[in-house]
């Protein structure tokens, strides 16, 4: 069965970072693109960024509104994936998810549960 | 950016055909891809490539896309359709994946 699951979330000051994980079974990890998402409260699902697969030289893209705030890594030895965020501000409330990815369609067929992240002082 | 427009809201009988749209400028020329999402749950993927099901998906899922809109269409609607639905592609000229902003649909 494939299982992701993200862990990490939880309540973070302004200006402070985070850092997301989403440890993975029941599929070859390294043979997959791993995304993150979040939505805001009520709100629709935006893209934060992927990771590929070493097949893609685990090449990495940001969405525009976290770039250069954002870094995503993966170790493939663990199935692991990482979500690291820094600078965070409130609008950066939201349940974040991990999802696998298909590289050649960049579509994504296996979600996380979700983790909550909350910024607030 | 690459906009997506979906229709708020789609309301249908039990029974009926949903047919939820998802708009973008020459949105045929890009592959498709469709998640329902229930409340406190997360996506599913529903649709990918315009009109393939993944497994476990009933066929009263389909697809389609052309010129500038992509269609979800869900044939005998029921109570356990209800659910967000959105719309997503990959954008090339922006290096982004772009989401719909959903569709609520509501089972009279």
């Known amino acids: 069965e494939v299982q992701l699951v993200e862990s990490g979330g939880g309540l973070f000051q302004p200006g402070r970072s985070l850092r997301l994980s989403c440890p993975s079974s029941g599929f070859s990890f390294g043979d997959y693109t791993v995304s993150w998402f979040r939505q805001a409260p009520g709100r629709g699902l935006e893209w934060v960024g992927f990771?590929?697969?070493?097949?893609?030289?685990?090449?990495?893209e940001y969405g525009a509104s976290v770039k250069g705030r954002v870094s995503i890594s993966r170790d493939d030895s663990k199935s692991i994936a990482y979500l690291q965020m820094n600078s965070l501000k409130p609008e950066d409330t939201a349940v974040y998810y991990c999802?696998?990815?298909?590289?050649?369609?960049?579509?994504?067929?296996?979600w996380g549960q979700g983790t909550l992240v909350t910024v607030s002082s | 950016s690459y906009v997506l427009t979906q229709p708020p809201s789609v309301s249908v009988a039990p029974g009926k055909t949903a047919r939820i749209t998802c708009g973008g400028i020459d949105i045929g020329d890009k592959s498709v891809h469709w998640y329902q999402q229930k409340p406190g749950q997360a996506p599913v993927l529903v649709i990918f490539y315009d009109a393939d099901r993944p497994s476990g998906i009933p066929e009263r899922f389909s697809g389609s896309n052309s010129g500038n809109t992509a269609t979800l269409t869900i044939s005998r609607v029921d109570a356990g359709d209800e659910a967000d639905y959105f719309c997503?592609?990959?954008?090339?000229?922006?290096?982004?994946?772009?989401f719909g902003g959903g569709t609520k649909l509501t089972v009279l």
């Open positions: 999802a696998r990815g298909d590289s050649s369609g960049y579509y994504f067929d296996y």
């Open positions: 997503q592609v990959w954008d090339n000229s922006s290096e982004s994946v772009v």
């Open positions: 990771i590929s697969s070493k097949a893609y030289s685990w090449t990495t």
